[in-house]
């Protein structure tokens, strides 16, 4: 049988008093708070999470998070919507799709697609 290499848990908090979503790129933490709408950005700050920013995004029930190089998704299932987002300072709409299923309420990215 081969040898599993150990594994390391770490536990942050994370401000978002309504987090539904979360989803790290490197050692940047984003969280969607889908009460308060807003996604918050952290970054890794020795053994806590230091807030790097927080964006509004009015009227988006986010469910779901993924991030690529330049963008970011958010499905929302009340609106039955993917969208994608540029990485910019307000983390701007590029495009919105109609969810394949009924209710999204995960995403992932794989790197590639």
Same mark, same amino acid.
């Given at each position: 049988?081969?040898?599993?290499?150990?594994v $390391? +848990?770490?536990?942050?908090t994370?401000?978002a #008093?309504?987090?539904t979503?979360? +989803?790290? #790129?490197?050692e940047?933490?984003?969280?969607?708070?889908? +009460?308060?709408q807003?996604?918050s950005?952290y970054k890794?700050a020795?053994?806590?999470?230091?807030?790097?920013r927080?964006?509004?995004?009015?009227?988006?029930h986010?469910t779901g998070?993924a991030?690529?190089k330049?963008?970011?998704?958010?499905?929302?299932?009340? #609106? /039955?919507?993917?969208?994608e987002?540029?990485?910019?300072? $307000?983390?701007s709409?590029?495009a919105?799709?109609?969810?394949p299923?009924? /209710?999204?309420?995960?995403?992932?990215?794989?790197?590639k697609?």
């Amino acid at each position: 049988m081969a040898r599993q290499a150990p594994v $390391t +848990v770490r536990s942050y908090t994370v401000p978002a #008093k309504n987090a539904t979503a979360l +989803v790290w #790129k490197g050692e940047r933490l984003w969280a969607a708070d889908w +009460v308060a709408q807003t996604l918050s950005e952290y970054k890794l700050a020795g053994d806590r999470l230091e807030a790097v920013r927080t964006v509004r995004i009015p009227g988006a029930h986010m469910t779901g998070l993924a991030v690529g190089k330049d963008r970011l998704w958010i499905c929302d299932p009340w #609106k /039955k919507t993917i969208q994608e987002r540029n990485l910019d300072e $307000t983390l701007s709409l590029r495009a919105s799709y109609s969810s394949p299923g009924a /209710k999204p309420s995960g995403l992932h990215f794989d790197g590639k697609y």
